[in-house]
């Protein structure tokens, strides 16, 4: 009984010991970009970073005449993606360097869905399925 119990306060002195695990991202996304001055109204906060955004969503659905929903998940993808690069590189949260980035994740996009249409993945003409050699063990 005596060894349990030293076992016990052995375990719970371990586990206080331990250090706590944050799993957050140390990129501080809560942040408005940097101004350089150059701006019609200076950003103060996210939200401000985060109307930009919205703006140019709001400008493709006027000009395609519909709620486009793929592009706004793309959109917001790369933002991401542009935001996290930024950060990691410790480089000036400026909206230019963002958008460079953003840019370059819209184009690599784009790229892989055109590749993924311009390949018929769906031809009824090779079905395998039909094709006992390519289905049974014999």
Do not use: C, H, P
């Given at each position: 009984m005596k060894a349990g119990i030293t076992i016990a306060?052995?375990?719970?002195?371990?586990?206080?010991?331990q250090p706590t695990i944050n799993a957050?991202?140390?990129?501080?996304?809560n942040q408005p970009y940097k101004n350089t001055g150059r701006e019609k109204a200076p950003f103060?906060?996210?939200?401000?970073?985060?109307?930009?955004?919205?703006?140019?969503?709001?400008?493709?659905?006027?000009k395609v005449g519909y709620s486009d929903t793929e592009f706004a998940n793309k959109l917001n993808w790369c933002r991401y993606v542009g935001e996290s690069?930024?950060?990691?590189?410790?480089?000036d949260f400026y909206i230019n360097n963002v958008v460079a980035y953003f840019t370059r994740c819209m184009a690599h996009q784009d790229k892989?869905?055109?590749n993924f249409l311009k390949h018929d993945y769906h031809n009824?003409?090779?079905?395998?399925?039909?094709?006992?050699?390519?289905?049974?063990?014999?």
């Open positions: 306060f052995i375990g719970v002195s371990l586990a206080t010991l957050e991202s140390y990129l501080n996304y103060k906060s996210r939200k401000d970073n985060d109307e930009v955004w919205e703006m140019i969503i709001k400008i493709r659905n006027d690069t930024v950060l990691q590189k410790k480089a892989m869905i055109k009824q003409d090779e079905d395998i399925f039909n094709d006992d050699s390519k289905v049974s063990a014999k």
